[in-house]
């Protein structure tokens, strides 16, 4: 079964700073989707970053970009120039290829971001 | 369309009694998807629809819980006889089925039974 594995249950940022939220994952698999969603206070989670793992390429939206390093099988999230709105719970979230779109979430890691 | 909507926000209920939540996903979305998450972990998969047929349900699924979505459109999770482990947010999202595509998640149910 996979497993996805974040280390850091809470982090903290200063506003404007960066950040990296670790990531891992275990898989037999070679064909599969990894994601990054964040949960406010609000609870409803949304969806942050998505990367398939046949592509080399890290990707990146805006201020998020993401560190895939597939041999080592690592998913972490790099949060630039941190803002208050970033502070949130972060699920890392693996779901295999195929026409099965379950997802497996790790244990969230809460980050606070100070003023 | 305003996303994932999940009815109703807040449950208290007492031990043993049958409880119900109402998901809409959004309309153009033939998956659809509930998760249960308890306090500090991550959600955990309980089963997926896609269109009216159920595709997959986990073993944390117990014969207590049946989840329907008879139309292809709105769908119920229904948990009968309710115990103290029952208390969670129940989430649901949706999505298109694309292998690319997140899910839109709705805002939850939070199940508390005394």
């Known amino acids: 079964a996979q497993t996805v594995t974040q280390s850091q249950p809470e982090m903290s940022v200063q506003e404007a700073e960066t950040v990296t939220l670790s990531c891992t994952y275990d898989?037999?698999?070679?064909?599969?989707?990894l994601f990054w969603y964040k949960q406010p206070p609000s609870r409803q989670m949304i969806l942050v970053i998505r990367q398939e793992a046949y592509k080399q390429q890290n990707a990146t939206e805006n201020r998020f970009s993401v560190n895939f390093q597939k041999a080592a099988k690592s998913f972490s999230l790099k949060i630039s120039d941190s803002q208050l709105g970033d502070a949130a719970m972060y699920f890392c979230?693996?779901?295999?290829?195929?026409?099965?779109?379950?997802?497996?979430f790790g244990k969230g890691t809460l980050l606070t971001v100070n003023p | 369309d305003t996303g994932v909507s999940q009815d109703p926000r807040h449950k208290i209920t007492k031990r043993g009694q049958n409880v119900t939540f109402r998901c809409d996903p959004i309309s153009e979305h033939n998956r659809l998807y509930w998760y249960r998450q308890t306090l500090g972990q991550g959600p955990e998969f309980l089963t997926y629809f896609q269109n009216e047929a159920q595709l997959e349900k986990s073993r944390l699924l117990s014969d207590r819980f049946s989840a329907e979505r008879p139309k292809g459109s709105f769908s119920t999770l229904e948990i009968q006889r309710t115990e103290q482990g029952d208390s969670a947010m129940y989430l649901c999202?949706?999505?298109?089925?694309?292998?690319?595509?997140?899910?839109?998640f709705g805002s939850g149910t939070r199940l508390t039974v005394v």
């Open positions: 999202a949706s999505s298109l089925g694309s292998y690319q595509e997140g899910y839109t």
């Open positions: 979230a693996y779901r295999r290829g195929g026409s099965n779109y379950k997802l497996t």
């Open positions: 898989t037999s698999e070679s064909d599969y989707y």
